[in-house]
Every structure is written in C-alpha cells, then in structure tokens.
C-alpha cells in the first residue's frame, strides 16, 4: 500500500498549478482503483500529510510541503507499523527474534526519515532525463495526465460573454 501512496502524492506534487485532484483523477493517473485510492487518501489525510477541499472542484492537495513529507511518515501512515506481531510465546529463540528485529526496525525507520517526497519526485525527473539522453525507452510508458475534470469545466465561469436575450 505504500508504494501506491507514493505514486498518489507524486501526482499531488506534480499539480503545478496546486488545484485539488479528486479521487477519481488520481486514481485515473496512476492505474489504481477509485476505492483503493480513497482508503489510501484516508489514511494519509488522517496523519497530516494531504488534506481535503469539499465542493464539485474540490479533492486532495499536500498539506505541507513535499521536503517536510518522509517516506516514513508516509509508510507509517498507511501500514501502520513495521513490526511484528506480538507473541505470546516468550522463549528465548521468540525473544531474540523480537529484539533483532526491532532493532532492524528501527535502523530502517531511521533512514526511511533521511528521504523525502521532493527528493523523490527530483529523482524521477533526473531519472527521466538521463533515459531520455542515452535514447532508451522510458521503463513505463507516459500517460496522458487528465488536467482538469468534466465537473471543474461545469463549474468553471465561461470566459465568454453571455448574449442579452430580446425581450
């Protein structure tokens, strides 16, 4: 679940006019499912790192910038936890197991911190680019990002001017 809010809040970066995406067009631009990305959106607005706008333009934006969003409050955000079960069983093999892995739990948290969101999505443009250069062929083809929904263009005032009708 994780790598799936990543690719969510990596579409949320790439807003570049910082206009709330809906469920539905993140969904749409990243191949998962509405519903997953409504519970994974869930979670993530639950622990400070998107927030929602109500209303027919509303949706998801970040809550705070993407340099103060680590992969691990991200991570921590949607799995809950790195650790194992707990055991009833306290041998000595369980005991040794839990302390070894909590220590590795908390080493990795520790560095899953040094990482964050705008890191992240600079990596992939960098990655991008340098395919790009040496004349490969992207590892996954680009999809047609869907800017503006039907329902923003309904609710959006008309750059026209409206005719007078004769009465």
Do not use: Y
């Not at 910082?18 to 990243?30: F, G, K, Q, V």
């Not at 911190?113 to 083809?141: M, W, Y």
Request: glycine letters at 6%; hydrophobic letters at 40%.
């Amino acid at each position: 679940m994780a790598f799936h809010a990543l690719q969510l809040l990596m579409e949320l970066v790439r807003q570049a006019d910082n206009t709330p995406m809906s469920a539905s067009e993140l969904a749409l631009a990243c191949g998962i499912s509405e519903h997953f990305t409504q519970k994974i959106m869930r979670s993530l607005r639950c622990c400070g790192i998107v927030r929602s706008v109500k209303g027919i333009a509303g949706g998801h934006l970040l809550a705070r910038s993407a340099d103060r969003i680590s992969l691990r409050d991200i991570i921590l955000a949607v799995e809950g936890s790195v650790s194992l079960p707990d055991v009833k069983d306290k041998t000595p093999n369980i005991a040794a197991i839990t302390d070894v892995w909590s220590q590795a739990c908390n080493l990795m948290l520790e560095e899953l911190a040094t990482f964050n969101l705008a890191g992240i999505c600079t990596r992939t443009v960098t990655l991008h680019s340098v395919t790009k250069q040496d004349g490969e062929r992207p590892a996954t083809a680009p999809r047609c990002r869907l800017r503006i929904s039907v329902g923003r263009l309904r609710c959006r005032k008309s750059q026209r001017k409206s005719r007078s009708l004769p009465s």
